[in-house]
């Protein structure tokens, strides 16, 4: 169960807030085998693989047409309606991000602007087995699609029949995803990033998974291959008082601690006895939980703090970062303005996880393990490249000239001198 750490001295929180430790090192040797077997066998590394952890023998790993068709069939119209919904309020959110140029003359007869330009080639991972994160599909395929990429593919692991869930199929299809393929872990990142006779080779991959594909994600980057952000196991933040309401928050808890057993959530007030009651609520939601092992597991990782008040709770927060933030608390919108390390916040007693995991607009793929000081979660910012322009006329080069060249010559660089000069001459 959460272990409740009263009045903590700021000395002691970078300890207390330390995320769960792998073993790094052997982790890493295993992904890199996997890789490098990829690298050089292609898919016949793929299928070998899909045999080894999937437990299912795939003649193709490429989804066929007839697959996207008998899971339109298959998905109950209740849940196309709810995924449809979400895709909307998704498109709304994130259309708002995509930038006009905008051209500056930043002195006479000297233009500038910058131009989004979407990344041509992304691939998608989605993981699926006992959660298929057919509103991953959502998260990313909706910005990929508004940034105007040229490629997507999607990868996602098949299940022991060789099949892939098909909700996720329905969704691809959905946000006009055709070519996807039936691998997993590790095996698929290096699929997405060296490329196989079947699988094509993309520029970036985006997408969430396990400990297998975060490694496999961060060694890729050795190679020069972009990928949306460092991340790991899920995890949730809730800074609560006693306005909230405690069953509220231990579901919200709850709904990260079932990620996997590798996940953690944080629980901070100013109010002992809020922290009773919602851990009371904890052990209790808890027994129903279809989940109920995975969840008690991350519970053990997971930790509550008593504190003097709420700015102690805020600058403990911070220097978390959480992945996901919710204020269950009074004063939540000013409390709000004072976070200034996290994924997403969600302000209120309503505003649960879950609305932005699925549906609200805001994306779920977040920076997790405290990346959430330096990164941002995924957007339409991520599928582009914005590359600057520039014209000058010539009185443009006439006047700002003197200042490029003395600047040049400061610096000993001749021949950008010259490239100046021989046009004002």
Not at 8 to 17: A, E, F, I, M, Y
Not at 373 to 388: E, L, M, P, R
Request: glycine share 6%; with cysteine; aromatic share 6%.
């Amino acid at each position: 169960m959460i272990k409740i750490i009263r009045y903590p001295s700021p000395d002691t929180l970078p300890d207390l807030l330390r995320r769960p430790a792998i073993d790094a090192l052997a982790l890493e040797k295993q992904v890199r085998e996997i890789m490098n077997a990829v690298k050089t066998s292609g898919d016949t590394a793929l299928k070998k693989y899909a045999l080894l952890f999937d437990k299912t023998e795939l003649d193709l790993l490429s989804v066929t047409e007839a697959a996207f068709e008998m899971a339109d069939k298959q998905v109950p119209q209740a849940l196309k309606t709810a995924i449809q919904l979400a895709k909307k309020n998704i498109e709304i959110f994130h259309k708002t991000q995509q930038e006009p140029i905008r051209v500056v003359e930043t002195m006479p007869g000297v233009k500038c602007w910058r131009k989004s330009v979407g990344i041509e080639k992304v691939g998608l991972y989605i993981p699926g087995g006992s959660a298929p994160l057919f509103s991953t599909i959502l998260m990313l395929g909706i910005p990929a699609q508004l940034a105007g990429c040229k490629e997507v593919v999607l990868c996602t692991p098949p299940s022991k029949d060789g099949l892939i869930n098909p909700a996720i199929l329905y969704t691809a299809r959905l946000v006009g995803i055709s070519k996807v393929f039936c691998i997993g872990g590790a095996q698929a990142i290096a699929a997405m990033a060296y490329g196989t006779e079947t699988v094509p080779a993309v520029n970036k991959i985006f997408g969430p998974g396990n400990q297998y594909v975060t490694c496999a994600k961060q060694l890729v980057c050795q190679d020069g291959l972009a990928i949306d952000m460092p991340a790991g196991p899920s995890e949730l933040a809730v800074l609560a008082d006693e306005s909230c309401a405690p069953a509220f928050v231990a579901a919200d808890l709850l709904s990260q601690a079932e990620h996997g057993a590798d996940s953690q959530v944080i629980l901070v007030s100013d109010h002992e006895e809020t922290i009773v009651n919602v851990l009371k609520e904890v052990e209790s939601q808890l027994q129903s939980l279809p989940r109920k092992e995975v969840a008690s597991q991350a519970l053990k990782n997971s930790k509550a703090f008593l504190v003097k008040d709420k700015s102690e709770a805020i600058d403990l927060l911070n220097l978390y970062a959480p992945e996901h933030l919710i204020l269950a608390c009074k004063e939540e919108e000013k409390l709000g303005e004072e976070v200034v390390n996290a994924g997403s916040v969600f302000l209120g007693n309503y505003s649960c996880e879950s609305a932005g995991d699925y549906a609200s607009g805001t994306n779920h793929t977040l920076p997790t393990n405290g990346f959430a000081k330096a990164y941002s979660g995924v957007s339409v910012d991520s599928f582009v490249k914005k590359i600057t322009f520039q014209q000058l006329t010539e009185k443009g080069l006439q006047d700002i000239g003197p200042a490029i060249e003395l600047m040049a010559a400061a610096e000993g660089l001749e021949a950008h001198k010259r490239a100046v000069t021989i046009r004002r001459k």
